[in-house]
């Protein structure tokens, strides 16, 4: 599991909110933040408490040492002083969906015992700085930053300062250490802990490290001989045996909570813990049980068939659509047929590896992410778009690089082609990443949950479907036969596909303006008119002035993407359905199913083009429309152009790693029907008119 959005939703879904402040107080737009000193006056060599408070804004939170299925920890940098790690208060439970994250809402306090130099001289000051970071989360998730510093007298001898009884309350929420033994057994699903306390009612282990725990799954707490048992299913990165697994264990007794910080050694033949769960809104010792992915079992060839054949019907999605025609022309051309499809496959198939090891890089770090993650970013939706414009203007004969339409630059053209048809299949690999075919969710999911071999050998055989049309025809000579003779008409037939190349750059710009607002797609249009002038400069002469005046254009056109910065998200649209179409929160589904109301769950993005044609040809129709309307459908949306933690575990849980999902709840069903990835008026008025025992899961 992910921590997607761990260090992904900290690059990507906003830029840093900054507040400089060189006094001990500072607050951004969802949190204050203030430096408490136990001390009024300080001493040589003395170790004090310094607490960060943070008062955070109604609904938002921020996040525990480990963060859970999601998020990023808060953390201090300190300067002029040594620090001793952060004390951290016991976190409350953050239940998003299927996502269980670990943090704190309202007010919270961080202790940090900060070491004044011994060499300090009284009289002087100590004025220790502090840079803090921390993100805070609501619908969406914003890194903030202030900067903070105390400024005490250094004196020969200490003074307790008029926040120190504030400190020692806040001390009181750090959990102590156990002052119990407690034992740590193998058991089939993860580790059993178990304890000498009794009278427990409620019980729940918050593991200090991401990965060690599932976060998301239940933990069964029993009665055993006078004291308590607790079954903790192992995450997706277990404690290796003979190390420690250590965190915090809360205990309810008939007196209350009581936090307890303990560790103890892995044992020998600690199982592998159940998928991500399936939740609503859990409590200490009550997570509800976890629903396991349904391509959990799929096995390796099951996958490898899936992905071959998903990949082939990619070649029909809208999205390589304009990849199509180019490859098309290519094969038409005079040359060596055989050695252009090899190449093609090369460039696909190399691609498709460069972005298998990118997600276990990510995934290495700790981050889950999905089908299509790059396209989060407006940076590389800009310079995709800068790409394709590129290639718009070759074909429209707006520049030459010696023939071959595709190469970048004369040297790769010379090579007969093969360079061309090698950045063909780059390209292809490129424009296929915001479309879903049938039969790639499955594997995709299946992949993504493996090891980095397996993952591997799935985005090949995905990559092989791709080109495998290119190179039947390449080495199959009847089906040569197919294309038309080379001629003249083939020179207009390259400048009309320049046009598809420039309707994907409108997409492109419409997707930025989802993820930069009208700055982002107002700066890319002046980066493409940089583009465009360079190459001017190139027809217009050779002289020494044309080409500093074309590199200074291309860096000035590369210069945006530092500019380039993502916006919070709009407000979702009013629906074509009938009703409001609502932003998805896990909260309004729970609220709408327990009005027993039957609810459709439409998961999409900006830059998924399947996503964008199922909304044209299916979801708007009026038949869709009535349908909805007579049946009392609510219409949920769930976007992910700009990556949504709560919205990439929802696909996890449902064995997607990427968007579209379609889920409909019946009223009194107990789960949702998933629905095919590809949509048709009649498949979506079919399954809203179902009853809920006849509702069933499609892939």
Not at 10 to 18: R, T
Not at 359 to 378: D, E, Y
Request: glycine residues 10%; neutral net charge; hydrophobic residues 50%.
């Amino acid at each position: 599991m992910f921590s997607f959005l761990r260090p992904i939703s900290v690059a990507l879904l906003a830029a840093p909110v900054i507040a400089f402040a060189a006094a001990p107080e500072a607050a951004t737009e969802h949190v204050k933040a203030r430096l408490v000193s136990s001390q009024a006056t300080v001493a040589p060599g003395q170790r004090f408490t310094v607490a960060l408070e943070q008062n955070i804004k109604s609904h938002w939170h921020t996040y525990w040492l480990n963060p859970g299925d999601s998020g990023q920890a808060t953390t201090i940098d300190w300067t002029g002083a040594q620090a001793a790690p952060i004390q951290w208060p016991t976190p409350g439970i953050q239940a998003i969906g299927p996502i269980v994250n670990y943090g704190y809402e309202g007010r919270v306090a961080l202790l940090v015992d900060l070491t004044v130099p011994a060499d300090a001289k009284p009289g002087t000051r100590f004025k220790p700085a502090a840079e803090v970071k921390w993100l805070v989360c609501k619908d969406v998730c914003i890194p903030e930053q202030v900067s903070l510093g105390l400024d005490l007298p250094v004196a020969a001898e200490a003074k307790a300062g008029a926040d120190a009884a504030q400190i020692e309350e806040w001390r009181g929420a750090i959990p102590k250490p156990a002052n119990f033994a407690v034992q740590l057994k193998a058991a089939p699903q993860g580790v059993r802990l178990s304890g000498p306390t009794a009278g427990v009612t409620k019980a729940y282990f918050f593991a200090d490290t991401w990965g060690a725990v599932a976060h998301s799954a239940p933990q069964a707490l029993k009665a055993e001989g006078g004291g308590w048992v607790l079954d903790i299913p192992a995450g997706d990165e277990p404690v290796p045996a003979g190390k420690p697994l250590s965190g915090v264990i809360v205990l309810t007794t008939g007196a209350g909570d009581q936090a307890w910080a303990l560790s103890a050694p892995m044992p020998e033949g600690a199982g592998k813990g159940p998928g991500p769960a399936d939740l609503s809104a859990p409590e200490v010792g009550a997570a509800p049980a976890a629903t396991p992915s349904p391509e959990s079992d799929l096995g390796l060839l099951p996958a490898l068939a899936l992905a071959l054949v998903g990949g082939l019907i990619l070649n029909l999605m809208p999205c390589v659509f304009p990849v199509l025609s180019i490859k098309a022309l290519a094969l038409v051309r005079e040359g060596n047929h055989k050695a252009e499809g090899l190449a093609y496959t090369a460039g696909v198939l190399i691609s498709f590896a460069a972005l298998a090891a990118v997600l276990i890089a990510l995934r290495a770090g700790g981050q889950q992410v999905g089908w299509g993650f790059q396209f989060h970013s407006p940076v590389f939706v800009l310079i995709v778009s800068y790409l394709l414009f590129l290639v718009g203007l070759n074909l429209s004969g707006f520049f030459d690089v010696g023939g071959s339409f595709t190469g970048l630059g004369s040297n790769l053209a010379a090579k007969q082609g093969l360079a061309g048809s090698f950045f063909t299949g780059v390209l292809a690999a490129v424009v296929a990443t915001p479309c879903t075919a049938p039969f790639m969710g499955a594997a995709l999911a299946f992949a993504l949950s493996q090891p980095a071999a397996v993952m591997l050998a799935v985005f090949l055989a995905l990559g092989l479907g791709l080109a495998l049309p290119f190179l039947i025809l390449a080495f199959w000579p009847a089906a040569q036969r197919w294309l038309p003779r080379p001629g003249a008409w083939m020179d207009k037939f390259k400048q009309f596909l320049a046009f598809p190349m420039y309707a994907a750059v409108v997409w492109l710009l419409w997707v930025l303006a989802q993820q930069a607002g009208p700055d982002g797609v107002a700066m890319a249009l002046g980066g493409l008119v940089l583009i465009a002038f360079a190459l001017w400069l190139l027809r217009a002469g050779q002289g020494l002035f044309n080409r500093v005046a074309v590199v200074a254009a291309f860096v000035l056109a590369l210069g945006v993407i530092h500019w380039i910065k993502p916006v919070e998200a709009a407000d979702v649209p009013v629906a074509a359905t009938g009703s409001t179409i609502e932003a998805y929160s896990a909260d309004r589904l729970a609220e709408l199913r327990a009005q027993n109301k039957p609810v459709f769950v439409n998961m999409t993005a900006a830059w998924c083009i399947s996503c964008l044609v199922n909304e044209r040809v299916a979801l708007s129709r009026p038949e869709v429309k009535d349908a909805f309307a007579k049946g009392g459908v609510a219409y949920l949306k769930g976007d992910w152009t700009r990556e949504d933690p709560n919205i990439t575990a929802v696909l996890k849980a449902h064995g997607r790693s990427g968007v579209p999902l379609y889920l409909y709840y019946a009223p009194g069903a107990a789960e949702a029907q998933v629905l095919p990835q590809i949509l048709t008026p009649g498949l979506v008025v079919e399954a809203i008119s179902l009853p809920p025992t006849a509702s069933r899961s499609s892939t």
